[in-house]
């Protein structure tokens, strides 16, 4: 390094270091806050889970056991809950993984209309129950090939399905559609016509968390997570995420994907 003669120069040197030094400074206050901020919402998730079992399993003991009916209904209720706790813990994963860039792509070539009839099976039953209807418009197309990781994919399509389901109104309607865009690009909607989200919190409905009705008091509670697996999945792949809700006319979930060159079209 050469030797620093005049003052100027000297001065600069030392604004340069102090500077570096408050970024890391920053970094450090920031990483602490998050780590706290996920903390306290991973504590929350997972409270609401484990004192519903607890509550089944308290009653089985103080005498529901012996009443076969009873028995029964309390065991699947608190199978239900543990349930709910192995999605959010294995979301809390998959999250973690994402956020901490230990997460690698595999990436392969593979039919995405292949992969999203497969989640329409997967979540047929599911759809079923609140007779919600899944269509799918692939513009008379048999296949599509792109280059992506698939298991992730199917994550981001299932988790956007699944949403539709649990904020579609009953005997609604899914669709999914696949569209050429420009320059080997395709774009997937999911889109719904279910309760939709108001417009204030549009902006924040990918923040791990983050959900529309904060009170976590309905049926339906995910682990507030799904979105931003979502987000995270589809910006380490280059590609981009879109929404469009207005209430009570539905929400549509976008994203697009790289073709690959050997589609026939
Ligand atoms: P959750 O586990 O709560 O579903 P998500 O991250 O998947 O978490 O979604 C965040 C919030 O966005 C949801 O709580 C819900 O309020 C809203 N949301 C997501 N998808 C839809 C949809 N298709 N229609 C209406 N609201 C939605």
Redesign the pocket.
């Known amino acids: 390094k050469p030797v620093i003669t005049d003052m100027k120069t000297l001065t600069q040197e030392i604004e340069k270091f102090a500077e570096g030094k408050k970024i890391e400074i920053d970094t450090l206050k920031i990483r602490e806050e998050y780590r706290k901020d996920f903390l306290g919402n991973v504590s929350h998730e997972l409270k609401t889970p484990l004192f519903t079992v607890q509550g089944y399993i308290l009653t089985l003991l103080d005498g529901a056991m012996k009443d076969k009916k009873l028995r029964e209904k309390y065991l699947q209720r608190a199978s239900k809950g543990v349930e709910r706790l192995i999605y959010i813990v294995k979301d809390l994963d998959l999250i973690t993984k994402l956020e901490v860039g230990g997460l690698k792509l595999e990436r392969e070539d593979f039919d995405i209309i292949e992969l999203i009839q497969n989640v329409f099976d997967l979540l047929e039953m599911k759809a079923a129950q609140k007779d919600i209807t899944l269509t799918f418009d692939m513009e008379y197309q048999d296949s599509i090939y792109v280059n992506a990781d698939r298991e992730k994919i199917q994550q981001v399509v299932s ?1 956007l399905l699944v ?2 389901i ?2 579609g109104h009953p005997n609604g309607t899914t669709e999914v559609s696949i569209e050429n865009l420009i320059k080997n690009k395709v774009i997937i909607r999911v889109t ?1 016509n ?4 108001p417009k204030e919190h549009i902006p924040r ?1 990918f923040e791990r968390f ?4 904060q009170s976590g008091s309905r049926s339906e ?8 697996i979502v987000k995270h999945i589809i910006e380490a792949h280059g590609e981009k995420i879109y929404v469009e ?1 207005e209430v009570d006319v539905g ?1 549509e979930f976008s994203f697009t994907l790289e073709k690959t060159e050997n589609n026939a079209s």
Do not use: A, P, W
């Open positions: 988790n949403n539709s649990k904020y719904d279910g309760e939709g989200i409905l983050y959900r529309v009705d509670g995910g682990s507030g997570l799904g979105l931003s809700s929400s």
